[in-house]
């Protein structure tokens, strides 16, 4: 099942003095095999964190856009198109989403289940129940 990476995992793969770097290498090297996925908002996600002026090792964004575009690149990598719909009415159970920063990362979650993969984050709070058709097999939590 091909991964979906969330930004914090992108950040963490990307930036070897992040504290999770070598649990995301590790985590990725053991499960390159079906392949990994970014997507518009993780890209863009990774990139405005990383050039941060106050992130802790920041980098001018073209470079960091070199760098993610090197890593996907490979066979190993698929461009998923962000083509979930939150306002249809058949991807998510709104009532289900305790708060605003849930939005992102079930929308997230709702892209992997639409490309039958698993969305891959460090985050250990997403309720996978508000994501229509999202079953424990989409979501995997590293660490």
């Known amino acids: 099942m091909r991964a ?8 963490a793969l990307l930036d070897a003095g992040h504290i999770h770097h070598e649990l995301a290498q590790s985590w ?3 499960n390159i095999e ?10 863009n996600g990774c990139i405005r964190i990383l ?6 090792a920041p980098l001018p964004a073209a470079q960091i856009a070199e760098r993610l575009a090197e890593a996907a690149a490979t066979s190993h990598h698929e461009f998923w ?3 979930v ?15 605003h920063r849930q939005v992102t990362d079930l929308y997230l979650l709702a892209l992997a289940v639409r490309h039958d993969g698993r969305f891959v984050t460090f985050d250990r709070r997403i309720n996978f129940g508000a994501v229509s058709g999202a079953q424990a097999k989409h979501l995997h939590v590293i660490g």
């Open 51 to 56: 050039s941060q002026p106050n992130y802790p």
């Open 34 to 43: 079906p392949g990994w996925a970014s997507c518009p908002l993780t890209q």
């Open 85 to 99: 719909n939150l306002l249809d009415g058949t991807s998510f159970d709104w009532k289900q989403v305790l708060g």
């Open 4 to 11: 979906l990476l969330d930004v914090n995992v992108l950040i």
């Open 28 to 30: 990725l090297e053991s």
């Open 81 to 83: 198109v962000a083509d």
